[in-house]
């Protein structure tokens, strides 16, 4: 019988799984596969698993339920094995680097870090900052100048655009790192500025939540800082 697998744990850990169904239609049955001192809390793997909102809710649901009472390595969604030997055979195989991982990670939590801009109000303070985008927006209003002012005032704009949203996610990046474990930065991308997962001690954990509203007021007008967590650390396992 194959196993949809959810987390690793220590074997000290609680496993309160009463009140918790796992993935598929009817919400699989969770127990435990130990092997040593590491446990997998797995459920039985359903045929119409999917990627549906379904699903993915009661994946992350039984992490975060687990990850309240103890430090786990949350897996993945979608980690099926092929049957309960084979999740021993893992946890054998893994053993050190597991136990190593889940020391590493106990008193943590993860936040992740979204930063977007309003594109109307950074143009609008682009063209009121740049006497040259001023000039070449005003040679090509109403259909005027020639198609190398538009050429021109296009790549004025994305080259402003990208230089200050480099220098947002500097700040961001540079005023939150002093309170963190560690971090993983994604690329910048056309939707955010600044996408990272932080992994935060949790004695830092409200420093860590007031700094970041606090920054976010002092970036003002058209940026917007999302900050979600604690979570379980699934950026760092």
Same mark, same amino acid.
């Given at each position: 019988m194959s196993v949809y697998v959810y987390a690793i744990t220590k074997t000290e850990h609680p496993l &309160? *799984?009463?009140?918790?169904?796992? %993935?598929? =239609?009817?919400?699989?049955?969770?127990? #435990? !596969?130990?092997?040593? $001192?590491?446990?997998?809390?797995?459920?039985?793997?359903?045929?119409?698993?999917?990627?549906?909102?379904? &699903? *993915?809710?009661?994946?992350?649901? %039984?992490? =975060?339920?687990?990850?309240?009472?103890? #430090? !786990?390595?949350?897996? $993945?969604?979608?980690?099926?094995?092929p049957d309960e030997d084979s999740v021993r055979a893992l946890l054998d195989e893994r053993a050190e680097a597991f136990s190593q991982r889940l020391d590493e990670l106990s008193g943590t939590a993860e936040f992740n870090v979204k930063g977007v801009t309003d594109e109307d109000v950074l143009l609008r303070a682009i063209l009121t900052d740049s006497e040259q985008a001023r000039t070449l927006n005003e040679s090509i209003r109403d259909g005027g100048g020639t198609y190398e002012d538009r050429l021109a005032l296009g790549e004025l704009v994305a080259q402003?655009?990208?230089?200050?949203?480099?220098?947002?996610?500097?700040?961001?990046?540079a005023t939150l790192r002093p309170l963190v474990v560690s971090e993983q930065v994604a690329p910048p991308s056309q939707q955010y500025f600044v996408n990272a997962s932080f992994l935060v001690e949790d004695a830092r954990s409200e420093e860590f939540t007031r700094a970041g509203g606090e920054l976010a007021e002092r970036l003002g007008e058209g940026v917007e800082l999302r900050l979600r967590g604690p979570l379980p650390p699934y950026s760092f396992v």
């Open positions: &309160d *799984l009463d009140d918790v169904r796992g %993935v598929g =239609e009817d919400g699989g049955d969770l127990h #435990a !596969i130990s092997s040593g $001192s590491l446990s997998a809390v797995v459920s039985e793997a359903p045929a119409d698993l999917s990627v549906a909102r379904r &699903d *993915l809710e009661a994946h992350h649901e %039984v992490q =975060e339920n687990l990850w309240s009472d103890g #430090a !786990i390595l949350p897996l $993945s969604f979608g980690f099926v094995a402003e655009v990208q230089n200050r949203n480099a220098a947002l996610a500097e700040e961001v990046l």
